[in-house]
């Protein structure tokens, strides 16, 4: 027989042996594909789609787990740019300052909280409002925030954000004493676990926007904030920037820079 023939559907055995194959390649990619994906994902995938994306390893889109489906997608409603802020000069501020009368109980007189809350003086405006939308809209889930901001319109919000970044933050008197000696997380990082230099995002020469200045910020109330984004429970940093720095630290290395930020 020659290799022609061989090697042709006219030769019934070379026709099965292709249709063989065949089948067991399209039985291995529905397997690989498609049942393993789904069966491993706990439900999450919405589509064939999406299953045999993960399967190929490309990342799946970002649930935000205790959010409405329409608000799973993305961490924030905003749209985080360096221009982002339009304050409107001395009008926007006053109007803050009337606004801010109704926040003094938890974030003090003039925006330096001495009840374990954030300092909002000196905060960058970005960064204030976008956590009032964030509050808002349930993006960062707050029983006490969400009723107050509930009733703010996006104008009300930068008129807010602008007056309390035009504060000069005032002295706490019993302020812990100063952390002589900077923690390697804030000076470099981790490289070997992919942890980024907090410095790169919160040094206050960065002017990253959006991003709040922690400075004299109250120890509980960081160490907290820290461990909620690494356990999950809090999910509004774009892009997922705070829960991949925070992932992989302990215990200690939280309480560490809670400890050295608190301090400055």
């Known amino acids: 027989m020659t290799t022609e023939k061989t090697f042709s559907f006219r030769n019934r055995w070379f026709t099965v ?4 194959l065949a089948l067991i390649a399209l039985l291995a ?8 994906p789904k069966a491993h994902a706990r439900n999450a995938m919405a589509s064939l789609w999406e299953a045999i994306c993960s399967a190929a390893g490309a990342p799946a889109p970002f649930q935000g787990a205790g959010l409405p489906a329409e608000q799973q997608r993305f961490p924030t409603s905003v749209i985080v740019n360096a221009n982002m802020m339009d304050v409107n000069g001395g009008a926007s501020i006053g109007k803050g300052a009337t606004l ?34 964030d509050f ?4 960062r889930p707050s029983a006490i925030m969400r009723p107050l901001v509930m009733e703010l319109s996006d104008q009300d919000m930068r008129d807010l954000a602008a007056y309390y970044a035009s504060l000069e933050r005032e002295r706490i008197a019993d302020i812990a004493p100063s952390v002589h000696e900077t923690p390697r997380l804030v000076r470099n990082g981790d490289p070997m ?32 904030q820290l461990h909620a984004f690494r356990d999950g429970r809090r999910a509004n940093d774009i892009n997922r920037q705070m829960r991949n720095a925070v992932r992989k630290l ?3 290395e939280i309480a560490e820079l809670a400890k050295y930020y608190a301090a400055r």
Request: charged content about 15%.
């Open 29 to 36: 990619a529905l397997v690989g594909f498609v049942w393993l």
């Open 250 to 252: 302990s215990d200690a």
């Open 100 to 133: 801010a009368m109704a926040c003094t109980m938890c974030h003090g007189a003039r925006g330096t909280s001495p009840a374990g809350t954030p300092h909002l003086a000196g905060q960058p405006a970005s960064a204030t409002y976008k956590q009032l939308r």
């Open 136 to 139: 808002a809209s349930g993006h």
């Open 17 to 20: 042996s292709v249709g063989i």
């Open 193 to 224: 676990r992919s942890i980024g230099a907090c410095s790169s995002c919160h040094s206050p020469h960065a002017r990253r926007p959006a991003t709040p200045v922690l400075e004299g910020i109250s120890e509980t109330y960081l160490r907290d």
